[in-house]
């Protein structure tokens, strides 16, 4: 028996990878957030398996189910949504487990920020531009960012800064990254990316703030800010370059 954690995707349904959807599709026992994970993913899983929606479940409830499942003999399919490497609470589960003695797997998914560029039609790192990509969040009182990771010391960087879970907290955001960034800035923030109730807005430092208020968008949403955004005048990368040497190891 095993517990295979799935990332489930952005949210829709045929994003979820092809690994992912054959696990789901072999395991008599899935775990989900109902908040997060669409329905029609549930459609993969067995006719007979066990449905357990996570969302109002607390971390000893959640590892209950998985030993049970283990103790009974049964594969789990444990579905987050995103990519299980960021912002996914696995790690406390996987910890869990392995005091328990139960055996896991970690099978990938495609990322919110990832589904938000495809929205965009952006590449995060342009040549000559921007070449990082800073992933985060800001503080909040369920959770406090570590000493060093505070926006206004990641702002330093110049670089391309996605944030996830803080759309409600945009004005924090948009207070904080101006002394580095500039008013003029691109910006955007995507909602429910890959959903049929997509949002995509796109502006500048200055202007983002009223565009998500107006928006009504306060959950699932990833905010960029960052010249690549904005930028159509950047040298080609040297990857498809006609004068690279195409014979040299």
Do not use: W
């Not at 949504?81 to 910890?95: I, K, L, T, W």
């Amino acid at each position: 028996m095993t517990v295979y954690f799935i990332g489930a995707g952005p949210g829709a349904a045929d994003l979820i990878t092809v690994r992912g959807a054959r696990v789901l599709a072999a395991s008599p026992v899935c775990l989900y957030a109902g908040s997060l994970v669409p329905r029609e993913l549930l459609d993969a899983c067995p006719p007979d398996a066990r449905l357990v929606d996570t969302a109002q479940l607390d971390i000893d409830r959640i590892t209950a189910e998985l030993v049970r499942a283990h103790e009974e003999g049964h594969d789990v399919a444990r579905l987050h949504s995103g990519d299980p490497s960021v912002f996914s609470a696995v790690n406390e589960q996987m910890r869990r487990l392995d005091e328990a003695g139960v055996p896991y797997e970690v099978v990938p998914g495609v990322p919110a920020f990832a589904a938000a560029a495809a929205a965009l039609k952006r590449e995060l790192t342009v040549p000559t531009v921007g070449q990082t990509v800073i992933l985060t969040r800001i503080a909040q009182r369920a959770t406090a960012m570590p000493e060093g990771e505070d926006l206004a010391t990641l702002g330093r960087s110049g670089a391309l800064i996605v944030l996830h879970l803080a759309a409600r907290y945009v004005d924090r955001v948009v207070e904080e990254l101006l002394p580095h960034y500039g008013a003029y800035c691109p910006a955007a923030v995507v909602a429910m990316a890959s959903r049929p109730d997509e949002i995509v807005l796109r502006g500048t430092l200055d202007s983002i703030a009223q565009q998500v208020k107006e928006a009504g968008v306060i959950r699932t949403a990833v905010i960029m800010v960052g010249r690549t955004l904005g930028s159509d005048q950047f040298r080609d990368s040297h990857l498809y370059s006609p004068d690279r040497d195409r014979h040299s190891c």
